[in-house]
């Protein structure tokens, strides 16, 4: 359904509107944080204002994500981010796919996620780093409607972004319902928390003035107001915009007669519809906003076309307003009015209505809505059920605040006993049959308050189960460690080591309970300050938990609080990622192919998906090394070596690449381990421009990979395409993509989507050269395959989604050259990509193809020369041969001149910094920045102070500088530093 357009115009506002554009945009710097609160009464315009603002905000470049929240107790976790990202994800357009690809990403992360008590914060983490990666650089704006509803998990993550941790240029733009800041709130203990921090305002939005009021009255009816109509109004709606809306609208249509009471204006309304809008009103009040379209059908019964026609009349009549596929109340003081017009029982059947079409639509299902409707149907049996699903699905988002009033809900609705049910288990679920033990929802309920910082409900709960248990179901020695952990989070520490200590003594505890209790006590002693007991009680937690089969999250805990004891009163330790941890496994096992393999796939994963290319070039040379050492030279070594190369030619080292090649061919290497290599060696013949090398490393692999293997046929097919092209045969290029889309099933999008680049590159080589005709059948195919490798890419992790997003943007940029109008703006998005990623050499195609788009439509010729001199930089430092060729021969045409002040640009380095001396000529630009720091004496992390670098990073930086200088000591790579700069 198409949208509501409100025609009001905004009225006496324009002081907020520049308010809010300098505080949440013009003010804040990178990296900064603000936010403004908007308060004031129902219908006082705050929605019509951030709306505007939303807009204007937009308009000067930021990103804005705009959700609301839902207006019942048991909403989901983080309902209006994922409200906002939703529809922001529906908005994007297909030169956006990019973007689209993080948003669906953090979706999925959402989707996702498992519950456990201690990833909140790494949530939360998580969450502002897809934030960060949707904004790509732009500030970003959230705007929440309705925040007197928000969720508990929506808090504590404005919380978080706003006290700054989540390192991104964060606005927030909120409505909040002043009437419903009553009592004990939780928003206002948030709003209280939030300003101390200068960067947070709560501005309160007055009604209208007198003047203002008029004037707005006067908009809508198209005509000035005479005095005792404008006063009228004024008197009826005491400058509310809202109600000043309706009045005036009664007005300019002839409707008089109203009472001045906004109930009555609702109501007349209401009546004024035609019998099935009236239903349909009636319907959208009871549920829960937005009610979609499909749902809505169902509830009410209506046909397709009477429905679409019941809608666009209560629309029409400003009661209704059209929210994606589905509608919500222009104001919810409809439901408020609408509530008492209907009698306790069409209130049930229609809560009835909506969770018996939720129930027939388990697709679209929603536990917590399905919870709320059969509650209110009167059927708290079958409301049980779908509050227990609820509760799970928050603890599985880690919503704990939500899972508790879930599990309180349940706990009520089971309280309602059907006939012959005990007090233990109560309340029968028509999906299985059975019956809901009421001691497991205790426990439940206890642990989410306990999760949820409800301490002392938690406690209550307990000693319920405690009761509910007496006659010894529940062992002593569990309740004694819950109990205990409940208290120690309660800040109650001395009880709560002693119940860990009666746990511990306790008769009935098994080996598993005691290896917890152990690990618990160590880390409750840990947050005591007592770090030596706390490391001994972690040993003897682990000596016990080696004893039991399956005791991880024991030896996660116990590890904790050992690892920080011994970092505290021993020797402290960084740690190690996960994939290193298990690469110190395999040196201390000593099997050699346990050690050659954990260096394969760490470096392969940091070379390919993470594209943390420097480090994973380090670790694949110091793996062939160490693989070297223990006499699997021929076989890993080589494929090490070959990782290695990847690595450097993706960052721009192409002659480094060539060093590592022949270093690995001295092993002859044959099978898989010489196809990596010689994969690895055309590449750079590719790029070189090598072209009978690059077709003999061609037909070797081909030979090798007789009968198949996707991971090695999609690559080997790819660089025939790119062979191709450069020597002009864009036929064949296209036929060795077609038989990579045709002839091989691979999962790896990465691999893929540079497939699909080439076959779209060809084609439009094709349409540009007219030297064969542009196979149309082929483009469409190439499109799609190009739309389910982005759709695939929604599943995979943040960093294969960059690479690929690298990939689409090229495809983008191509498919605009193939429909006659290349886009440099698409350009110009695609060098950003890649510049981002440091992959210099496709960097330079894209800037050869931007000038190429900027000249075609004459316009900005300087910058096109800019461009052109820039790629042709990169291109001479990497010695890309015939890339270079193309970029002289427009650069010819266009008569732009590729030298400037006279000098080559040969010999500088691919980010355009001063030519380098010859010792220095194998380093990055950054290498040599840091290289220039390292012999100004400073240490790691005062360099990566001063770079905005990780320390780890930098110690990366620092292992490869000594690699290509062939050094061992900082002081011997400074004298090479300061020889070759002497001043």
């Known amino acids: 359904m198409a949208s509501d357009v409100d025609t009001a115009p905004l ?136 925040l007197q509803w928000v969720d508990r998990s929506t808090r504590q993550l404005l919380l978080y972004l706003l006290a700054g941790l989540g390192d991104l240029q964060l606005s927030v733009l909120a409505a909040v319902r002043s009437e419903s800041l009553q009592g004990a709130h939780p928003l206002r203990r948030v709003l209280t928390e939030l300003r101390r921090l200068r960067s947070v305002r709560v501005l309160d939005l007055a009604p209208l003035d007198r003047a203002d009021t008029q004037r707005l009255a006067a908009e809508i009816v198209g005509g000035p107001l005479g005095v005792e109509t404008a006063e009228s109004v004024w008197q009826r709606s005491g400058g509310n915009p809202f109600v000043v809306e309706e009045l005036a609208r009664d007005l300019r249509d002839g409707r008089d007669g109203l009472s001045d009471t906004v109930r009555e204006v609702f109501l007349a309304r209401v009546d004024a519809l035609p019998e099935p809008a009236h239903a349909v009103v009636h319907a959208v009040a009871a549920g829960v906003e937005p009610v979609a379209h499909w749902l809505l059908a169902e509830v009410t019964g209506l046909p397709e076309q009477e429905l679409i026609d019941a809608a666009r009349a209560a629309v029409a009549h400003r009661l209704l307003v059209s929210d994606g596929d589905g509608y919500r109340l222009r104001h919810r003081l409809v439901a408020e009015v609408l509530a008492h017009e209907l009698l306790p029982a069409e209130r049930s059947a229609l809560h009835r209505r909506y969770a018996e079409a939720l129930t027939a639509a388990p697709a679209e299902l929603h536990q917590a809505r399905l919870a709320h409707h059969w509650r209110l149907a009167g059927e708290p049996a079958r409301a049980l059920p779908a509050a227990v699903s609820a509760a799970e699905e928050a603890e599985r988002l880690h919503g704990y605040a939500e899972a508790h009033r879930h599990w309180t809900v349940a706990l009520q609705l089971a309280g309602v006993q059907p006939t012959g049910a005990s007090a233990a288990t109560t309340g029968m679920s028509p999906a299985d049959g059975g019956v809901v033990d009421r001691a497991d929802l205790l426990r439940h309920a206890a642990e989410a308050a306990h999760h949820c910082g409800e301490h002392a409900r938690a406690l209550a709960l307990l000693e319920e189960l405690a009761t509910t248990t007496a006659d010894g179901a529940a062992p002593a020695c569990a309740l004694h460690i819950r109990r205990a952990r409940y208290l120690a989070a309660a800040g109650r520490s001395a009880p709560a080591e002693a119940e860990y200590r009666r746990a511990l003594a306790a008769a009935d505890c ?235 099933r691979s999962d790896d999008v990465g691999i893929l989507a540079a497939l699909v680049w080439h076959g779209l590159r060809a084609e439009a080589e094709a349409y540009g050269s007219r030297t064969v005709p542009v196979d149309r059948t082929a483009v469409r195919r190439l499109r799609e395959v190009a739309e389910r490798v982005a759709r695939k890419s929604e599943h995979a992790v943040r960093s294969v989604r960059d690479v690929v997003d ?178």
């Not at 260096?599 to 380090?618: D, F, R």
């Not at 102070?945 to 062939?966: A, M, N, W, Y």
Request: negative net charge; contains cysteine; hydrophobic residues 45%.
């Open 11 to 146: 009225v006496g506002r324009a002081g907020q509107v520049a308010t809010l554009r300098s505080a949440l945009l013009d003010d804040v710097g990178p990296g900064q944080t603000a936010a403004v609160f908007l308060t004031g009464e129902s219908g006082v315009g705050k929605t019509r204002l951030l709306r505007e603002v939303g807009d204007r905000l937009r308009a000067a470049g930021a990103l804005v994500l705009t959700g609301g929240c839902l207006d019942i107790g048991d909403a989901s976790p983080l309902h209006p981010l994922l409200q906002a990202l939703r529809r922001f994800d529906a908005d994007l357009t297909a030169s956006h796919a990019r973007t689209s690809s993080e948003v669906r990403g953090l979706l999925q992360m959402f989707a996702e996620e498992t519950g456990g008590p201690d990833g909140a914060g790494a949530l939360l983490e998580r969450v502002s780093r897809g934030l960060n990666l949707v904004a790509q650089g732009r500030p970003l704006v959230l705007v929440l409607d309705d």
């Open 510 to 744: 098994t080996s598993r309970e005691r290896a917890t209790a152990a690990a618990h006590l160590a880390e409750l002693l840990l947050h005591l300050g007592r770090y030596a007991d706390a490391g001994d009680r972690a040993r003897e937690a682990l000596a016990l938990a080696a004893e039991v089969d399956g005791s991880v999250p024991e030896v996660v805990v116990a590890s904790m609080a050992l690892g920080f004891s011994e970092a505290y009163l021993e020797d402290p330790d960084t740690g190690l990622a996960v994939m290193r941890e298990a690469l110190d496994t395999a040196e201390r096992a000593g099997r050699p192919e346990d050690v050659a393999c954990a260096y394969l796939h760490l470096a392969e994963l940091l070379t390919g998906p993470l594209n943390i290319l420097e480090e994973g070039v380090v670790v694949a040379r110091r793996g062939a090394e160490r693989v070297a050492e223990l006499g699997l030279g021929r076989t890993y070594e080589t494929r090490l070596l070959a990782i290695a190369t990847n690595g450097l030619f993706r960052v721009g080292q192409w002659a480094e690449a060539e060093k590592v090649v022949a270093a690995a061919l001295r092993h002859r290497p044959s099978g898989a381990d010489a196809v990596e290599l010689l994969l690895a060696r055309c590449r750079l013949s590719v790029g070189y421009g090598d072209i009978e090398a690059a077709d003999r490393d061609l037909e070797a692999v081909a030979t090798v990979l007789a009968g198949g293997g996707a991971r090695h046929v999609i690559p080997l097919l790819t660089l025939r395409a790119g062979l191709a092209m450069w020597q002009g045969r864009h036929d064949l290029a296209r036929q060795a993509v077609q038989r990579g889309l045709t002839e091989s």
């Open 806 to 983: 690298g990939f689409l943007a090229l495809c983008d940029a191509e498919l605009s050259r193939l429909d006659g109008s290349s886009d440099p703006e698409l350009w110009a998005r695609s060098v950003s990509e890649w510049e981002r990623r440091h992959h210099p050499y496709p960097a330079a195609y894209s800037r050869l193809r931007q000038a190429e788009a900027l000249l075609a439509r004459r316009s900005r010729t300087a910058t096109a020369g800019k461009l052109l001199r820039q790629a042709y930089q990169v291109a001479q430092q990497l010695g890309a041969v015939p890339l270079s060729t193309e970029i002289r021969t427009l650069a010819g045409r266009a008569r732009v001149q590729l030298e400037e002040h006279g000098a080559a640009v040969e010999g500088r380095s691919p980010t355009g910094a001063e030519p380098a001396s010859d010792d220095l000529a194998v380093l990055t630009a950054r290498e040599r920045e840091v290289l220039a720091a390292v012999a100004e004496g400073l240490t790691n992390k005062e360099i990566g102070q001063r770079l905005f670098i990780s320390e780890r990073t930098i110690g990366v930086h620092v292992s490869h500088i000594f690699d290509k200088l062939q050094v061992r000591t900082r002081v011997q790579a400074s004298a090479i530093f300061l020889r070759n700069h002497p001043g």
